[in-house]
């Protein structure tokens, strides 16, 4: 990716050092290993896609990143500085799902109390209007949407013109439209320089808004990639055709065949050698309209985070965990 001048003036000029650079991180509670190992490389720029199932290790990374919690073991640099070296300087913000919001003022009264929090801020209302709030500027908080004062979040966090933003579930909330364009505002950011993490229960967003995602699970990464290359690492194909009465057996006795669905008129085949099903189909039965798709993200994320998944290392094969 070629890196743009990032959005603050305190970042500006040749030599920008990685917006995140940690470096086998290690967090245990006890007997519970948290995070085993995690390392991870982060451009100016790059909006990157944090996933992984509930206890995989994701609020520990970014508890660590954001200097919330000392690893047991690795370190952790945010544009060569510590976290909280960082987050001093302004150079990171972080928009969490719940909490940190007074019920009894105003939208604006949240955001002008924030901004004496820091030497040099952005206007009140311009960080209102990248957010999206602006009409809503004098409504009380406890008046707002769990959307709307997501969006106060946001707006809150825009103030200190952060290089850096992390995002945990960001349009909780918000409805259809509010997603879209909170997204665009974060892609035109990203194009000016500024780099964002973000968590989601949403898959779609990352499929769709994301460069990069990675997944962990059990505190390790197990694929570091593009929604491409992540889809593309959950081996298999799903064919679908039309037709009735098949035989379910003679299709699950086709060498590759995970499973078979039969529903009305409709076969829906999940295998590893979509030829070999797709030939059957054709030559021996009276199927038509077939169709043979590669897995969706969510697909994906399934099969490379379950129980059931394969081992750390083969899951990693992307080579793109240590970018730089």
């Not at 919690?69 to 690795?74: A, E, L, N």
């Not at 957010?131 to 969006?151: E, F, N, P």
């Not at 994301?210 to 990464?221: E, K, M, N, S, Y």
């Not at 409709?266 to 059957?280: N, W």
Request: hydrophobic content about 40%; proline content about 3%.
């Amino acid at each position: 990716m070629t890196q743009n001048q990032t959005l603050s003036s305190r970042q500006t000029g040749a030599g920008i050092p990685a917006a995140v650079d940690a470096v086998g991180l290690v967090k245990s509670y006890g007997t519970v290993s948290a995070v085993d190992g995690i390392s991870l490389r982060i451009q100016p720029g790059e909006v990157v896609a944090f996933l992984g199932p509930n206890g995989a290790g994701k609020t520990t990374t970014i508890d660590m990143l954001l200097g919330l919690t000392r690893p047991d073991r690795g370190t952790v640099s945010l544009y060569g500085r510590s976290p909280r070296s960082a987050i001093a300087h302004g150079l990171v913000s972080a928009v969490m799902q719940t909490g940190g919001l007074l019920q009894d003022v105003t939208v604006r009264e949240t955001v002008q109390l924030t901004a004496t929090l820091f030497a040099d801020s952005r206007p009140v209302d311009e960080v209102l209007s990248r957010a999206g709030i602006l009409d809503i500027a004098d409504r009380l908080v406890k008046k707002c949407s769990g959307g709307q004062q997501q969006r106060l979040r946001f707006a809150m966090a825009l103030l200190s013109d952060p290089g850096l933003l992390i995002l945990d579930e960001p349009t909780t909330g918000m409805d259809v439209e509010g997603r879209r364009d909170f997204w665009k505002a974060i892609r035109e950011d990203a194009g000016r320089g500024r780099t964002v993490i973000f968590a989601t229960h949403y898959l779609d967003e990352a499929d769709a808004y994301a460069d990069r995602i990675v997944l962990v699970r059990q505190g390790r990464i197990v694929a570091d990639g593009t929604a491409a290359e992540i889809k593309n690492l959950a081996a298999g194909r799903t064919v679908r055709a039309t037709a009735v009465g098949l035989d379910e057996s003679a299709i699950l006795a086709i060498p590759g065949v995970d499973s078979v669905e039969l529903h009305s008129d409709t076969v829906r085949v999940r295998t590893t050698d979509s030829d070999l099903v797709a030939r059957y189909l054709l030559t021996e039965t009276s199927a038509h309209d077939i169709e043979i798709t590669s897995h969706n993200l969510e697909e994906a994320f399934i099969a490379l985070t379950g129980d059931d998944s394969p081992a750390t290392a083969s899951a990693a094969g992307t080579g793109k965990k240590n970018r730089s």
